[in-house]
């Protein structure tokens, strides 16, 4: 709730603002106060209280305050509150800083599956498996997590592109179908290319979702499916670089429900790709003998007596 909050501020009227910003200068006092009490603490009114309990989907301030209340219990078990939110100065030691920018990560995954939609990735996760192909934009440090989402894919054999430049993402948006699959990241939501591309997709009927930690965005309203990230900020760490672990937290499990939805065909699919790049790797043992000398496996004198590679091909770069 109050990863949603710190993330939907800025968009609010400026009355809900000073609301949520009372809350978030003070989550545990705002759980236990009454409607007048937080009214009067954000010098607005019980009314506007109760416009932002509805803008957060809450049908009244009771609920508001049991979330709260749940959350900051949360929070105070975990030491969370010790580390988020503190600067990083120049002088600071590593170990320090660790445990700042860990805390922040942890905090953003916690947040972010506390808030993931799950009927919305599971709605998701059988469009993907259905479809013909699925094009995936994402822009600066989205990009990656765009990249990765692909990468995971194609391993179970979904047919899928991460493009690069947005006219290329345009022209491939432009022919996909009623059918097909659009994915578009950003943080922010408001990144104008990322808008255009998946409006385009819904033009010609392609089912199209967004990955924002801003559910009322542009993007948010061009997608017919909203997940939702929630980043941590910390010093040299702005949100809209925050956001990675928490997308990569969304797009991980899209994966993996994806994969368990089509289980036997991804199991094949996983196990030929793998043995497809297995020669490309190291024997994780030595030959016997000591250094073993040539090159790649099997191309170089040496390496008849080696033992056969282990039979794990699930891991590699």
Known sequence: MLGRIRAERSSLPEALQRVAEQILADPAGAALATIVDLAERSST??????????????????????????????????????????????????????????????????????????????????????????????IGSSATAASELVFR???????????????????????????????????????HEVVEVITEAASHGATTAAVTSFSQSPLAEAADIVLTSAPHETTF????LAALHSQLLVLD???????????????????????????????????????????????GPGLRDEAPPTTDTTTED
């Open 45 to 138: 009114s019980t009314a506007t209280v109760t416009r932002f309990c509805r803008a957060f989907d809450f049908g009244g301030y009771a609920g508001l305050r049991v979330a709260l209340a749940t959350e900051t219990g949360r929070a105070d078990q975990a030491r969370w509150d010790l580390d988020i939110g503190r600067e990083i100065l120049p002088a600071d030691p590593l170990d320090r800083v660790l445990g700042i920018v860990a805390s922040a990560a942890g905090r953003a995954v916690q947040e972010t599956a506390a808030q993931l939609d799950l009927d919305a990735l599971d709605r998701l996760t059988g469009a993907l498996a259905q479809a013909r192909r699925v094009e995936v934009l994402g």
């Open 253 to 299: 499990l899209l994966y993996v429900a994806l994969a368990q939805r089509t289980y036997e065909q991804s199991s094949e699919r996983f196990a030929v790709t793998a043995r497809a790049v297995s020669g490309h790797r190291l024997p994780t043992t030595p030959p016997a003998g000591g250094r073993r000398q040539g090159g790649r496996r099997g191309t």
């Open 237 to 240: 760490r702005p949100e809209a």
């Open 153 to 191: 894919l194609q391993r179970i054999g979904v047919v899928c592109w991460a493009r690069c430049d947005v006219h290329s993402a345009l022209t491939n948006a432009s022919l996909l179908a009623p059918g097909d699959v659009a994915i578009g990241l950003s943080h922010s939501g408001r990144t």
